[in-house]
Nanobody, 123 residues
Framework: VQLQASGGGLVQAGGSLRLSCAAS????????VAWFRQAPGKEREFVAA???????YYVETMRGRFTISRDDAKNMVSLQMSSLAPDDTAVYFC??????????????????WGQGTQVTVSS
């Protein structure tokens, strides 16, 4: 599968953005898909995942602000982000695995990665 992330941009604190991860060459519903992010000078961190089964996982600190969803008709996974804060500034990556075995929170579980989309939240 090839992944294309989009939807990033510049937003003021308290605002919202919707990121999209479009899959080509394959059906996204057959993959476990996650969003990760990496801020400057920091390690990449897990944000949210949606399994093939539809089960959803979030980092607790983002639960309630971020919503991950999948649209099989559009072959896409989205991440709706609200109440954004400057600490959310990062490059956001989508990633996919044919079958996560273990923790959905670990980046090494994912074999396919999109190119990343920049999210910048101004104060």
């Amino acid at each position: 599968v090839q992944l294309q992330a989009s939807g990033g941009g510049l937003v003021q604190a308290g605002g919202s953005l919707r990121l999209s991860c479009a899959a080509s060459v394959g059906s996204i519903s057959t993959y476990d898909v996650a969003w990760f992010r990496q801020a400057p000078g920091k390690e990449r961190e897990f944000v949210a995942a949606i399994a093939r089964s539809g089960a959803i996982y979030y980092v607790e600190t983002m639960r309630g602000r971020f919503t991950i969803s999948r649209d099989d008709a559009k072959n896409m996974v989205s991440l709706q982000m609200s109440s954004l804060a400057p600490d959310d500034t990062a490059v956001y990556f989508c990633a996919a695995s044919t079958a996560v075995r273990g923790s959905y929170y670990r980046d090494h579980q994912y074999d396919y990665w999109g190119q990343g989309t920049q999210v910048t939240v101004s104060s």
